[in-house]
């Protein structure tokens, strides 16, 4: 498969059968287009981040064969739509526009203790690459290409850290950084890293460009 990085959580994913995307929200400036590209859309949870809702909502009534996936907390609103839109939930499988998905997690990573959890599932897609949405959950299975979110009220460099080596993953790239300057994005990078704290680099791609997985 090809992946292709949009700003903060969104990425999308081409492969023989066709294309997905995960998590259109209302950080990625591009999501619209993302979102007419793909056949479905995976959502990981109903933060405005991950999900714009207005957005999805559109292309539901613009395009009745696309597929939208997501816990109930987002799709439940489309109940019309069920031919449309699908709950998931952890332990969940489903395949679609040619790829095979995994659901894993349940919990939004706690903010604070004050701040109600959110509901929260992560994609593991042809058992090969996993985007975890906003949580360091770590799957069953091994992961080839791991998504690893690096900013935003939740994270922390050493947990993320820690969530690298947990994993083990071959390759990972950074995910959920709209929050940090372009330095602190190679921070990040350098803290994980073999240089310093975890095996595999957690490397930078582009807004825009593209990596096969």
Known sequence: ???????????SLTGDGGRIVIDPGAFTPNAAAAVVEAEAVLIT???????????????????????VYG????????SARRGQVTAVRAGDTFRVAG???AVFGELHAEIHRDIPRAVNVGYYVDERL???????????????????????????????????????????????????SELGQQSFARFLSPEMLTEVAVGILPVGEMVEV
């Open 1 to 11: 498969m090809e992946l292709i990085k949009h700003a903060h959580a969104c990425v």
């Open 45 to 67: 949870h109903e933060h405005v981040d991950h999900f714009d809702e207005a957005l999805i909502a559109q292309a539901l009534e613009e395009r009745p064969e696309l597929r």
């Open 71 to 78: 816990p109930e907390a987002v799709v439940g609103r489309w």
């Open 99 to 101: 790829f095979d998905v």
């Open 130 to 180: 996993y985007h975890p949405g906003d949580a360091y959950h770590v799957p069953p299975a091994p992961v080839e290409m791991l998504l690893v979110p690096i900013s935003g009220p939740w994270t922390q460099l050493g947990a993320a850290a820690d969530y690298v080596r947990e994993v083990a993953p071959a390759r990972a790239i950074q995910i959920h950084e709209v929050m940090l």
